[in-house]
C-alpha cells in the first residue's frame, strides 16, 4: 500500500497566521492527492482535490501545491473557524491511504 | 440537494454482525462511487471498501477482507455495510462517502456517519 506521512501532528498558530502542512507519499502519486477538514463531532469535509483543486464553496484563503511525493496544505490567514483536523489522502492507489492527521490548536 | 443519509447508532456484542445502510439522494445513484471510512474513538480515518453502485462490485480493504461486506440496492439508493466477527477494536464511528465517476476522485461528500460500539 502507499503511505502516506503527514507533518507536522499538531500546531499551536494564531489567528491571521499563514499556515503549511505538509503530505509525502512512499511513491510518486502524481497529483492524485487531497486534503480534508474535520471538525469536532462533524463529518470530514473536501477542501483540495488533485492536489491543488479549491473544492467548491472553500474560501480561497485555502491552497493545495505539489505532485509527485511531496504535497503542502496552505491557509493564507487562519481564521476561528478554520481550528480543526487536516487530513490528505492519496487516490493514486484504489487501496486508498490517509495521512495521520495535523490539528491546528489555538496559541 | 445531495446528500447521504446513514442509519442510527448501534451497540453489539463481540462476534456478533453490524449491518450500517447509507441512503443516496440528490443525484443519479449510479453514477458514483461509495467508499466507506471508519473513525476509532480519537484517531484518524481508514479506509474500508468501496462499491461500484452501477455494477455491484466491490473493493476491500486488505485488513478486513473475509469479514466486510458492501451491497448497494438501485431501487431505493441504497448502499450497505456489513461487517461480521465484531471485536473491540472494531468500535468506530463509520461514514459513508461519494467518490467520483472515477475510481481516482476525492470524496465529495459524506455522510452523518454511525457510530457502532462493540462492547460485552
Known amino acids: 500500500d502507499i503511505q502516506v506521512t503527514q507533518s507536522p501532528s499538531s500546531l499551536s498558530t494564531s489567528l491571521g497566521d499563514r499556515v503549511t502542512i505538509t503530505c509525502r507519499a512512499s511513491?510518486?502519486?502524481?497529483?492524485?492527492l487531497n486534503w480534508y477538514q474535520q471538525k469536532p463531532g462533524e463529518a470530514p469535509k473536501l477542501l483540495i482535490y488533485a492536489a491543488s483543486s479549491l473544492q467548491s464553496g472553500v474560501p480561497s484563503r485555502f491552497s493545495g501545491s505539489g505532485s509527485g511525493t511531496d504535497f503542502t496544505l496552505t491557509i493564507s490567514s487562519l481564521q476561528p473557524e478554520d481550528f480543526a483536523i487536516y487530513f490528505c489522502?492519496?487516490?493514486?492507489?484504489?487501496?486508498?491511504?490517509f495521512g495521520q492527521g495535523t490539528k491546528l490548536e489555538i496559541k | 440537494q445531495v446528500q447521504l443519509v446513514q442509519s442510527g447508532t448501534e451497540v453489539k456484542k463481540p462476534g456478533a454482525s453490524v449491518r450500517v445502510s447509507c441512503k443516496a439522494s440528490?443525484?443519479?445513484?449510479?453514477?458514483?462511487?461509495i467508499h466507506w471510512v471508519r473513525q476509532a474513538p480519537g484517531q484518524g480515518l481508514e479506509w474500508m471498501g468501496t462499491l461500484n453502485p452501477s455494477g455491484g462490485t466491490t473493493t476491500y480493504a486488505q485488513k478486513l477482507q473475509g469479514r466486510v461486506t458492501m451491497t448497494r440496492d438501485t431501487s431505493t439508493g441504497t448502499v450497505y455495510m456489513e461487517l461480521s466477527s465484531l471485536r473491540s477494536e472494531d468500535t468506530a464511528i463509520y461514514y459513508c462517502a461519494r467518490g467520483g465517476q472515477e475510481m481516482a476522485s476525492a470524496f465529495d461528500i459524506w455522510g452523518q456517519g454511525t457510530m457502532v460500539t462493540v462492547s460485552s
Open positions: 489522502q492519496q487516490s493514486y492507489s484504489t487501496l486508498y491511504t
Open positions: 440528490g443525484y443519479t445513484f449510479t453514477s458514483y462511487y
Open positions: 511513491q510518486s502519486i502524481s497529483t492524485y
